[in-house]
């Protein structure tokens, strides 16, 4: 008898544990909630930035209220931007955002929403700087780029054309110091952001020349994994475009 009681024990301990198992491993990317993690990048007003010890920014309220719209749960995480898709693809996030364009190559290893906001990239400089005027000059020139972006992709792709050297940065406000202090001559830089961060701060930096390209930014998941999830998105941006939204969020970054 005591045996059987003995036996019954442990196939309920098995059978318990078994259940504990399985509950954890269909929650992609969290345990401990059943909310999405979202990837952001560290800094990237008007996109995403702290203020007040609170994240803000497009990407912010755009993924809060497409949660809202779906009937899902968010929680950001703020990250260097080379680290967004490695994340995901090491199952630590479930979203990836942080003005991240749409690339071809970006493509193998994600799925991107319908594309969310034009932009593309621009020169910067110096503002007191009247020696470049376009990408045509940089010869034997210095450009810092941030890892991991469209912009350190098209500064590596196009340095046999125009002769330059490149310093790697991690994030946008080393990017800007760079050429604050004179250790770079010119930065690639979303136009979008640069032209913000001109307006909203005293960075001594200008636009040179032309937008280099134009691409889009939208919000990624891990390719092939999450179609329901990338749905769920495309379906909320399509609501936020329809009901105001999604105008209501750029108006508040980016209006007047
Ligand atoms: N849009 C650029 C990219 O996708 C830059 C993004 C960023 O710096 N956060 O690479």
Redesign the pocket.
């Known amino acids: 008898m005591k045996y059987i009681i003995y036996f019954g024990l442990m196939i309920s301990l098995i059978l318990l544990l078994v259940a504990c198992g399985s509950e954890d491993s269909d929650t992609s990317g969290n345990s401990d909630s059943n909310a999405y993690t979202v990837g952001v990048?560290v800094t990237?007003p008007p996109f995403e930035f702290q203020e007040d010890g609170e994240m803000k920014g497009i990407d912010i309220d755009l993924i809060h209220a497409i949660a809202e719209d779906q009937g899902f749960e968010v929680k950001i995480e703020a990250m260097d931007?080379s680290g967004i898709i490695p994340a995901m693809q090491a199952g630590e996030l479930d979203i990836g955002m942080?003005?991240?364009?749409i690339t071809e190559e970006r493509k193998e290893t994600v799925d991107f929403s319908d594309p969310y906001f034009e932009?593309g990239l621009s020169l910067v400089i110096a503002s007191d700087n009247t020696e470049i005027n376009s990408i045509e000059d940089l010869e034997g020139k210095i450009i810092a780029v941030?890892n991991?972006?469209?912009?350190a992709k098209f500064a590596a792709d196009n340095q046999g054309d125009y002769g330059y050297e490149i310093i790697q940065v991690k994030d946008?406000t080393s990017m800007f110091q760079e050429v604050a202090n004179g250790n770079a001559d010119a930065l690639l830089e979303?136009y979008p952001v640069i032209m913000y961060a001109i307006a909203t701060s005293d960075l001594e930096l200008k636009v040179a020349g032309d937008k280099l390209n134009g691409d889009n930014?939208g919000i990624s998941v891990l390719k092939g994994k999450n179609d329901d999830l990338l749905q769920k998105i495309n379906d909320g941006l399509a609501n936020l475009r329809e009901n105001g939204k999604y105008d209501e969020i750029i108006d508040k970054y980016l209006g007047e």
């Open positions: 990048d990237y931007f942080g003005g991240m364009s932009s941030k991991g972006t469209t912009g946008s979303d930014y």
